[in-house]
């Protein structure tokens, strides 16, 4: 193990990767879509090892008190010990609501969803939708599969009908409108380089990582940083052209 | 008799099992049951942590069996639920009797199941998924455990219900067995049933866990030959 | 403690037990009728050193949502710290939810209640039944305790008046309407010999247990094994016909 | 002065108290006081655990009081309240000035009283039946602990109140004391009251408790000869 | 520290302190009012190195089905880790629920506040006041602070408007109607004399606690005794004399 | 460009920054931005409990930020939310840089946050009153942390929004960082934003914390004539 990272760190020094990517080299990418058809969207994203599947289901509740006419989004993540041998029962960890977060501001703050179409009566009753992401595999950048796999499963969600009283998850008839395809670039740095997708053997030994979520018009929509080093300006603004450059190719992926 | 999606009453729904799915894990498995899908991933033996939980002359067997939110029809609140911890319970029981648990005296062995989608008999899904990763994680096993449950619709024993059929069923019987010495593992029954029937129907459910054994044993081979 | 359960295998293997009974014989068994005259119906049924109290409670509440025209039934067991050393405080233990659903399984499946009657007004008030367990000494078989006190408090409950707004619990008019008197009995299997009612000694080396709950007619609404041994037919057969004919003993204490 | 039931200002409810109602326990008690109804079992003294929460120089004494589900007019919801929290820790410092925890350094001593009918005065049947639980469990006692609340019903301090006084009365004032040597172990009051009539209703009550006092060791006696 | 205890024990046994003060003598009490605008109402309560901070909270809740035509207060205090190394993060600790319950005690004992005036719609919409505790920093006698932190609070509490739907917190108009002051005293014993606000290395080592609140008329509307020594009848008298002399003098500091 | 509370777009709110407000901790601070207070407290380094959490080769820095419940328009429940965990994390990796950790192996340094008025910016008043409270406890440092918030109002970029701007603003972008070195320990962004406005307003936030640098210097200073 020590010895593996020291061999990495002495790779990253030089600008190389243990699996002999590029430093702008994303893993081999596949978007499955609609895997599971008891939800209203799905979306599984491999991303070499890491295996990450998103789920949306819509149910009928009340809006927020000061948001009455609109409907509400909300993203939990699970990490099930079955994807990792560090990943235990229990509530979610800190890393996992993290997760949700980043994933949840991509999609809300890029204005991805008109939340006020989502309104089904003023005050009274509204869309919730529930985006849940699954680790099926954690090989590392979970935030970029989980967030390319979440806006993938809006992208083929189809609104149930609803009577006023019951949803009828089994007749879905409209499209849910996407507005934006908002996409995540995550770069770390490793020993003073920096490199984009890492994989988890690369992640256990970063010294920080910037997650940048860009829009289709390149604009930038979230940022996170994150890791126990600082970064200075020049690898921010280089984490930051990665990811406008990046993001495009992502966002072909997601159709 | 004709049910819903037109299989006869001895029939099971279409199966697909696949070994090696989780990369992570030191074993794995998926099984998929008509749109019941279940994926397992068994990790140990390994240390047994908090440490007052050691058993001195075996190892512990954990089970977790878990409902991915977006898996049912009505979205599922993340967390265990009183189903889901019988479940837990009968699941490890099920497996137990199967493990030469005396040879890891002290560790702990995971089985973690988690159901990405769910569409009736979830639990035999996972025991079946459950057993075959074990199996993949190399651990001696006196036989796999396979699994399905019987019902009845109208005058006719039926097996493996799917949704539609678990509003008309009499009764939800599952059960497990190790067929090569014919010993059952797990049995459970909720319905109204006389007794020649729940009788009928644990044989009918027997029977047919030999075609699900030989698509486990299957499984198994093609995972080793990739290996 | 192993030497005693060296000696009750021994015992077993011949088809004799500790306390002299035959396999197929049940402890004395007492049932004791509305001891609780706070709770709607209440039974308390001592199996030998066994003691379980059962109480009813009945509540306005909202019916589920693709049940709209139905009352619930909720039972709960609570194995209080009190009536056992092994027992802790805390959530329910994952014993504790077996027991709980193993009984509603047998009072539900027989359709004993019928949930129908139990709608006040479709689609917004029904009675929630709520049949909560209570261990006041825990001798094994708490399985054929708690379900036989359950069936006997439900059969003395009263339903409370209620003025479309409060529930009066002082003034009880109307009784419930039980239809089926469902019975469990449970057997285990020790050193190859099938033995009926386990006191606690057996259970704690039994290899496998199966509850076997039946109804006036017969007819069987619940099986449940345990334990991590597994049993060949020839046994389950025989539990299930120890149920019938013990099922109906059983049913008469019950009244 | 005429009270609901037809009781005297200073007249308790019918008590009944009988040691030795769980067997399990190593030692237990069951007191009546009308219609409320408390069980307390004692485990003890026996080994601390975790760990960390030994005591060096004496035992550790815990106790947990609830109220069963179906106890009260409304359903109780399980698992500890706010209040039942408070309670047991009213309760554990009613109980420890009179026992001799410093012979059993480093263990614990646990009081389990399950209220099973609740009509008032839960409290101070819990430490009535609690105290009667740890003689019965042979724990060396300086004396038992004796517990009876008072209340104001129009100008008269009454004793032992019920629910149907409840909404009547002007205060709430339980205390438990070792009657041997006058020592008072709980006192809590919630009301509004002139300081004469809070020291009114104190010595009332004590005066109350050696009625209670006198059943206790009337339970204990007949217990031992059962013995 | 064993050295210390020994120390005020000794001088604790000749009535004196070890901050030279009186047996009947508070620390030099500070009550700094409303320094929390966004709450409705604030305190703050410093009394020695004790530091306490009350604020209060309106919100439009259902009432209680018992209590149709009430408004409900809420008494909750947290014992935030900030406030001593002895503190921990996770749910209210014992002692921060029984100090909850008895500030509450006091104030829904005395009458304090009419909470029929709290309703603004019989059986459907109540004002529910949230008191809660904060502690800053804690060196004894927590209760005497927070309840003299409360009733201030409650004193300067403005009620926000409400238009039916929602609560308008920027706009306060009507005062809370306060009828009373109810004012805690809090005497313990150590080494056989009893001594008003103890500090922390008294709290340490006393015997015996009591707590006694008394109302403008010199009603007392709580008691409450800790600590796991008993008391006689004399000691109790004593501190019930005692809160009522210094109970008058707190009083004023509430203005 | 006018701002609704008059000031100018690169202009704080008024700053109050006082160390050594809260005596029983080994380092404590308050910090006033605008109506926002945040008032932190360091314990430590102490043991790390439970154990096996030690970290053998440096100190564990564990942060906790809590809104208090009163601090808020509408009452904050007590208790966790995953935002308040979510600001725990990155207020940890934020002020982790900055400390010398490798100097006290295996120990726990703690750092409680509580935000006793919240109107915008609590974070970053969380991180200035943090990293002072740490100095006050003479825990070493290579620098202090000093955190600001830029948003953009109309075409202006701006620093340290409050509540009445959150509404309008198109982003909200909370930096830290350690001058001495220019090295950026926070970074965070949620909005709608041009690459360019993004390094525009990194730059003018890192900028403006030159002064309250300044001023939290001044408070150690004033402190340490104090002591």
């Known amino acids: ?255 | 008799m004709k049910r819903s999606d037109g299989r006869k009453p001895d029939e099971l729904r279409p199966v697909v099992i696949k070994a090696g799915v989780v990369p992570n894990a030191n074993g794995s498995a998926m099984v998929q049951m008509g749109r019941t899908i279940a994926i397992a991933a068994v990790y140990g033996p390994r240390e047994m942590f908090p440490r007052h939980k050691k058993i001195p002359d075996r190892a512990a067997l954990e089970t977790v069996y878990a409902l991915v939110p977006f898996s049912t029809t009505d979205r599922a609140r993340p967390g265990p639920s009183r189903r889901s911890k019988e479940i837990c319970l009968v699941i490890r029981e099920a497996l137990e009797p199967a493990i030469f648990l005396e040879e890891f005296p002290k560790t702990c062995i995971n089985v973690y199941i988690d159901i990405i989608q769910a569409d009736a008999g979830t639990r035999t899904a996972a025991i079946n998924a459950a057993s075959v990763a074990l199996a993949d994680a190399g651990i001696p096993m006196r036989d796999l455990v396979t699994s399905v449950a019987a019902g009845k619709v109208g005058k006719d024993i039926v097996l493996d219900i799917d949704m539609t059929e678990e509003d008309i069923t009499k009764c939800d019987l599952p059960i497990a067995c190790m067929l090569r010495e014919k010993k059952i593992t797990l049995l459970q029954m909720d319905g109204d049933l006389p007794v020649k029937d729940v009788k009928e129907a644990m044989k009918l459910a027997i029977k047919s866990c030999e075609e699900l054994y030989k698509k486990q044993k299957e499984a198994l081979k093609e995972r080793w030959v990739k290996k």
């Not at chain 1, 994303?26 to 789920?55: C, H, Q």
């Open chain 1, 1 to 255: 193990m020590m010895l593996q990272n020291q061999y990495i760190l002495n790779l990253a020094s030089k600008g190389l990767r243990i699996d002999k990517r590029k430093q702008d080299e994303f893993r081999k990418t596949e978007v499955e879509k609609n895997p599971i058809d008891k939800a209203e969207g799905s979306a599984r994203v491999r991303m070499g090892k890491t295996d990450v599947l998103v789920g949306v289901k819509m149910e009928v509740g009340e809006p927020f008190p000061d948001k009455q006419d609109e409907g509400t989004l909300i993203v939990n993540a699970e990490f099930s010990p079955l994807a990792s041998p560090k990943f235990e029962t229990g509530p979610p960890r800190e890393d996992a609501i993290e997760l949700a977060r980043v994933v949840d501001r991509g999609i809300r703050e890029s204005g991805a969803i008109d939340t006020k179409k989502l309104c089904i009566k003023k005050g009274e009753k509204v869309w919730m939708v529930f985006i849940d992401i699954q680790i099926l595999n954690h090989d590392g950048n979970l935030m970029d599969a989980a967030a390319l796999a979440a806006i993938t499963a809006l992208l083929g969600t189809k609104i149930p009908e609803y009577d006023g009283k019951m949803v009828n998850h089994e007749k879905r008839t409209k499209k849910l409108h996407v507005l934006f395809k908002p996409v995540p670039v995550t770069t770390v740095k490793i020993a003073g380089n920096m490199f984009v997708d890492p994989c988890l053997d690369e992640e256990n030994i970063m010294g920080a990582r910037l997650t940048v979520t860009t829009k289709d018009d390149g604009n930038m929509c979230s940022l996170q940083k994150g890791g126990s080093e600082p970064l200075v300006m020049e690898e921010i603004e280089k984490a930051l052209d990665l990811a406008v450059e990046k993001g495009k190719e992502l966002r072909k992926l997601v159709g």
